[in-house]
C-alpha cells in the first residue's frame, strides 16, 4: 500500500519559519500533483499551496511570497518552507498527494498532518 509521513511541524514564533516534508512510500507508479493543506480550530480546510508534476506552483492568496512548494521526484516528497510566520497560520498542516498506484488505480492520499503553532 502506500504511506504518507509528514514531518517539520512545531513551535516558532511570529516572523520565523519552518520547514514541512511529507515523503510517500509504496506502490507507487507516479506522483501528479503534491499539495499542501491546513485547518484551524473551528475552520474549514483550505488549501495552501500544490506543484504539479511539470513544477508549476500555485498559493493561497495568504501565503503568497512567504511560502514556498517543492517536490522532490527521486524522494517522493514534498516540501513547504514557510517563512515571516504569522499568528494566523496557527493549523494543522496536511499533505495530499495524487499518486497512481503500480496496480493502475489513482486515488488522493492524506498525510497525518503536523502542528505548526505561531506565537505572537
Known amino acids: 500500500q502506500v504511506q504518507l509521513v509528514e514531518s517539520g511541524g512545531g513551535l516558532v514564533q511570529a516572523g520565523g519559519s519552518l520547514r514541512l516534508s511529507c515523503a510517500a512510500s509504496?506502490?507507487?507508479?507516479?506522483?501528479?500533483?503534491m499539495n499542501w493543506y491546513r485547518q484551524a480550530p473551528g475552520k474549514q480546510r483550505e488549501l495552501v499551496a500544490s506543484i504539479t508534476s511539470g513544477g508549476s506552483t500555485n498559493y493561497a492568496d495568504s501565503v503568497k511570497g512567504r511560502f514556498t512548494i517543492s517536490r522532490d521526484n527521486a524522494k517522493n516528497t514534498v516540501y513547504l518552507q514557510m517563512s515571516s510566520l504569522k499568528p494566523e497560520d496557527t493549523a494543522v498542516y496536511y499533505c495530499?498527494?495524487?499518486?497512481?498506484?503500480?496496480?493502475?488505480?489513482?486515488?488522493?492520499?492524506w498525510g497525518q498532518g503536523t502542528q505548526v503553532t505561531v506565537s505572537s
Open positions: 495530499k498527494l495524487d499518486l497512481r498506484l503500480r496496480n493502475g488505480v489513482s486515488a488522493g492520499y
Open positions: 509504496g506502490s507507487i507508479f507516479s506522483i501528479n500533483a
